[in-house]
């Protein structure tokens, strides 16, 4: 079965395919790949890991197509986080530029979420702008990254420094892809579906609740089904607020405290999942100190995170100092006064800036 | 006197004030660069030919500026095309997060139209999109690359293949800053001047006939109205289309051929006006071959560039061939087909890729 949704932002519209084993079905895949895309040029991003995969099929699936002559070409970038910089973008310019491809071409991002993000910020800026397909093969990448049009790179000091909200004209999600991702991987994904449900979804929390392990256990329904609520939820918010100029701002709930916990490590050991999923415990902590969430709602949020083999608590070597500090440059904070996202109630999150620093104080310290 | 028009683009419009002496007026020169800009952290961007000659005025202005507490840097970049690529970004992009200027942060472009098209960049690319303020010191940049939001660097493969379209949010012209350009500098810029009577505006071109020994002398009246009425045809036909999905591409008359001239000559040599200057004499001549304008027409074109101390051939050393090869490479090559922007008579241009091809190689034989 495949499952087809929208995003809604005018005449930025864009679908999101979800389904299991599209890989498999050329004639569909190819289908879904080059609907709505401007002409016939396209070039396939991906990395060394991804590519041994999936890159074939997606190759022969457009060479095969049956409406195609398209001239199909492939960039392979090296794997991680570490390689998301100006400087990893320079091949892929040099590939576009030197297959002569216009301002019709199509750029596919094949991979989690690093390759999306970087092939999303190339399309924006190549030529001043071209089309781009995600194809997000991380859980990371299917129920966040790919969706909602925020692509960009890092800077030796901050993480998404440099970017831009360039909407792709599709996403393409196999769910299949996740049999082949790693177990640390996926739970670092399951910390951006929890988050869903904290920041405006209680129903969804108790579902994944109910169902954490299935997911753990990567039961196809039950990952079809929190990917596909869990992008409803993001369309949602990404339709109200494109270029977060509010609300979207809630789905930043625990990377403030995460991204600190991420920069503090130099954006090595921890996943960036594994961060966010102690900064959410760390904001749920904070609410309950400032009397905006019960206690036993705060236990329960820890007790799911937990449960999906997920830190709860900051790296020990973390000061609470250090933590303030890097949890002030992110980038979160306007005008020098920070802001977090904190709960009200589980699904119930706000964005503010009025809270109690020393009550930010004593979370940090008592971890 | 000061005049301000505006560029009308929805909730991106913006004022383009035009004035004499503007930074010999400390208090309405801060006044105009702060008006609408979103917080308080400034970086003034600019390089080492303009340093020494405004900087000092400008940072004084906003420092004295009555309703200010301004937090104002500076980065002074190299001067020149050959540094408009994207590691002289980094120095820039190192400077804010360094300073840690976050995303209420507005950036000052003051030069020519290489800081104009980096800077905005920069400021597209800052965290997904900062204000920020042009200041164009020479005539080129105050009639063309500071109004219309095309911003951007270039690859050794390409002029300007990497950019965004990210409007100003204001634009602040003190023509008293044409008396230090130097002859050539001047000429360059009454290219793309001429440009604009040629393609859409029969009655500036007529005025230019008469004046363009007026201009030639810097004659502080004449330039502010070449200025105003080259910003007003470039404002409207950017109102109308943006992001270049029509019209705009009439801006790019001259410029096809102008880019295969430059490129041939290693963006080395000539200046982009007279590769433009060139350009639109050869799009006049294939016009004429055409049958679409007036062999008299021509001539007139081609006086008034040559009156302007502009070339009005292409250099020796390019081949015809060569011509062809470098044009078909250039961006507006769509899907493979040359479009040309061509004249149905001064005043009145149109983009069209249904020419003879054999016309053009005539035309490009024969100079």
Redesign the interface.
Known sequence: MQLTMTVNLGERSYPIHIGRGLFDKPELLADLLTKGIP???IMIVTNETIAPLYLEKIQAALQNHRRADYRIETVVLPDGEKYKN?ET??PL??AL??R?Y???CTLVALGGGVIGDMTGFAA??????VAFVQVPTTLLAQVDSSVGG?T?VN?P??K??????HQPISVLVDTDTLATLDDRQLCAGLAEVIKYGLIRDLDFFTWLDDHIEDLLAREPDALRYAIHRSCENKASVVSADE?EAGMRALLNFGHTFGHAIEAGLGYKIWLHGEAVAVGMVLAARLSVRLGWLEAADALRIEDVIRRAHLPVRAPQDLTPDRMRELMS?D?K????RMRLVLLRGIGDAVVTDAFDPDALDAVLETG
Chains 1, 2 share one sequence.
Do not use: E, P, W
Not at 124 to 129: D, K, L, P, S, T
Not at 160 to 165: C, H, Q, R, V, Y
């Open positions: 002409g016939s040029d100006l973008l320079n310019f040099d530029l030197n002569r216009a301002r019709d924006a800026c190549y030529q001043r702008g925020k960009g800077h000091l901050g998404n420094m440099i970017g831009a909200f270029r440059v980038k904070v306007l005008g020098g």
